[in-house]
């Protein structure tokens, strides 16, 4: 990822894009986001991974970590391809619209979806039927389309249950079986290809929109994959499976900053021996996917790729793992060698040791540095606070991306007020010589100010929302993933005033000459209050 540009971007997973239809979708407010964010200066749209959500509606646990989440395909975008009529979406279904209901809202929106594809279905000169052929025939679609969907299909015939739990000829996928299913299944399977369909041709838009913007998207990539997974599943040969399908040892981290008993994340941990045998191909595949849809992806839990937490299963918390060692510098030459260009962003967080320092800077890669990390540190000094954290700002690399927190943190704001030891309100407040009254405001500046080529900002703080606007809280299993904006959230005074700060500290994106208005400086007000 070449950072050699000040830009600055925002983070807001396009469920957070309010609108009628009970989920933010790829639809008229996506794009009117777009244009906020050019108004804005901003260059970067950070994303959380956009596949098909399973357990706990989490983007970091999907059915696919290729495909792309139906719940995400727009409505009115599906009216405007003729693939429904208007009164097929309206009245929308009655939803809280500040939060994503995902039990009421997966039920509504599939039953959207079957109705257009039966519409679709019916209309063999439809305006799309020869795109959808020409869809399943794409490289970086191909290589999973048939598995995903014939996933789609056995979890349906057996009420939603996991793989595992399936009759045995499915879960071995002996071929028999898998024809039997596909051949007496024909319209399902064809559904599900269908909904992919949708979600690609509508992404595709917005990423054009995104670049006439001059907008590049980052995408997030997980090292993980479910286990419940069309990639568990029929690659069961490269993951740490017993002859029954069930995981050996599953992943997660020991404890931390954000859990004292670590994190149990259950996924199933890789085969890395049979993946190198196989010359890595399916991470090649995995990458090439993620580079079809996206400018630069995270690579979400970097230090995994050196060294992960394995947990025995069966365990009630990740308290009992042991470390293990992964591919290290092994795997990203193979992906160098395969892309030229490795527009990776390494999550670096957590408990690192010196080798995965020495892979990122190795291949060039930026790693991250998390503002709301850098306060509290010990001191020997009580009136000036020790400044020994990495995450603080003087000690940020060019090559590197600067955040105010991630979707895993608490807003700024709720950060300041709810959970900041007394230690980090005073070793901010002497650093950034502030008072903390508009902490969000206080953490943007000092990134914007940052020497890191890229600073991204959650779409909370830009608002300055506190904790109920999180997005999510590592360990607790329920009520994540929900959080929406309104609809007057990403107003022009906003974006006039993120301006200002982009144009301060050059990171604007797009040139103050163009035909945006320059910001007035008597008109910004920084002392408004957060909400």
Known sequence: MSLHRRLAGVLLHPTSLPGRFGIGDLGPECIRFLDWMRDAGLG???????????????????????AGNPMLVSPDELVRDGFLA??????????NTVRVDYGPLIEWKT?????????????????????????QKRKEIATWLDDYALFRVCKDLHGGRAWGDWQAPLRKRTASALEKVRKENGENFEFHKFCQFLFFLQWERVRDAARERNIQIIGDAPIYVAYDSADTWAHQELFDLNKDGRPNAVAGV????FSATGQLWGNPLYNWKALKASGYQWWIDRLAAVFAVVDFVRLDHFRGFMGYWAVPSGESTAVNGKWQRGPGADLFKVLKKAFKNLPIIAEDLGEITPDVIEVRDEFELPGMNILQFAWGTASVNPIVPDPGSHFTPHQHARNSVVYTGTHDNDTTIGWWRNSSTAEERHHMQVYLSTDGSLANWDLIRAAFQSVAG???????????????????FPGKAEGNWGWRMKGNDASPQLAAQVRALTLLYQRC??????AIAKPDPKKINYLANAK
């Open 509 to 514: 994106a797009t040139p103050p000459d163009n």
């Open 44 to 66: 970067y749209w950070q994303v959380l991974p956009l596949g098909p959500t399973s357990f706990g509606d989490s983007p970091y646990q999907c059915f696919s970590a290729f």
């Open 454 to 472: 890229t600073a991204v900002i959650p779409m909370q703080d830009f608002l300055g929302l506190d904790s109920d606007a999180r997005m999510n």
């Open 111 to 135: 039953t959207v979806l079957r109705r257009a594809f039966v519409n679709f279905s019916a209309n063999k000169k439809h305006p799309h039927a020869k795109a959808f052929a020409a869809f």
């Open 86 to 95: 208007p009164f097929d979406i309206s009245p929308p279904m009655n939803v």
């Open 254 to 257: 020991p404890p931390d900053y």
